[in-house]
């Protein structure tokens, strides 16, 4: 139990088009998802919480503009990178908060994402 | 959240245990210990949790010091596989997130 998906797994695009990433729980419902980058040799950064049918709540420093992030349903999270620039280019997590009362995280395979 | 000191890299050879340490002399009544580890270019994996007792499951042990202070983390029989960057992070359970930090590298070899 506790899966959580993500799609794609990887993705190439070129500068100035945007880029929408899935992040689903699969057997759970998660009113909370938060969504993470890494840069290479580095931990993880959280970028935002998402919370089912509200505004997400965005860490000091990331350009809520620019990182848009849709939380429709108990089960669909999604990240879309817009007007993406090379500088954009990470490994994009996103986790989901188990429905139980352990407040444990679940995390998602990850995105690869290059922007040319 | 309480801050938490782990080595940066640990050695351990296959089939013997692996012992992660982690200090947490800050912590708060109501925050608990969880440990995750990241596989190479994957994401993070659930490992186990605690507030003040011993835990342990079929991945691991969580042994937690009577003064909550430190805990260490015990894979009984590392493989291969376990080779990973292993993070320790307190937290309350209040629905917040993980904050990671560098964790430890472990390399298990044969």
């Known amino acids: 139990g506790a899966v959580v998906s993500q799609h794609p797994s990887w993705v190439i695009c070129k500068s100035g088009t945007s880029v929408k990433i899935e992040c689903r729980s699969l057997?759970?419902?998660?009113?909370?998802m938060f969504w993470y980058r890494q840069f290479p040799k580095q931990s993880l950064m959280l970028m935002a919480t998402?919370?089912?049918?509200?505004?997400?709540?965005?860490e000091q420093g990331v350009e809520k503009d620019k990182f848009l992030i849709n939380h429709a349903s108990l089960t669909l999270s999604t990240l879309t990178v817009t007007s993406a620039h090379p500088e954009d280019s990470s490994f994009y997590i996103c986790?989901?908060?188990?429905?139980?009362?352990?407040?444990?995280?679940?995390f998602g395979p990850g995105t690869r994402l290059t922007v040319l | 959240d309480a801050k938490t000191t782990q080595p940066t890299s640990m050695d351990c050879a296959e089939g013997r245990a692996a012992n992660l340490p982690c200090n947490h002399s800050?912590?708060?009544?109501?925050?608990?210990v969880y440990w995750y580890r990241q596989i190479h270019s994957q994401g993070p994996q659930y490992i186990i949790h605690?507030?003040?007792n011993n835990e342990t499951n079929e991945m691991a042990s969580l042994i937690i010091t009577e003064d909550r202070k430190s805990s260490t983390l015990i894979l009984p029989h590392a493989t291969l596989r376990d080779t990973a960057v292993y993070y320790c992070?307190?937290?309350?359970?209040?629905?917040?997130?993980?904050?990671f930090g560098k964790g430890t590298t472990l390399s298990v070899s044969s």
């Open positions: 605690g507030l003040k």
């Open positions: 057997d759970f419902q998660a009113t909370t």
């Open positions: 998402s919370n089912e049918g509200s505004k997400a709540t965005y």
């Open positions: 986790s989901a908060l188990s429905g139980d009362n352990t407040d444990t995280q679940y």
């Open positions: 992070i307190v937290k309350n359970q209040a629905g917040t997130a993980l904050i």
């Open positions: 800050t912590i708060s009544g109501n925050e608990y």
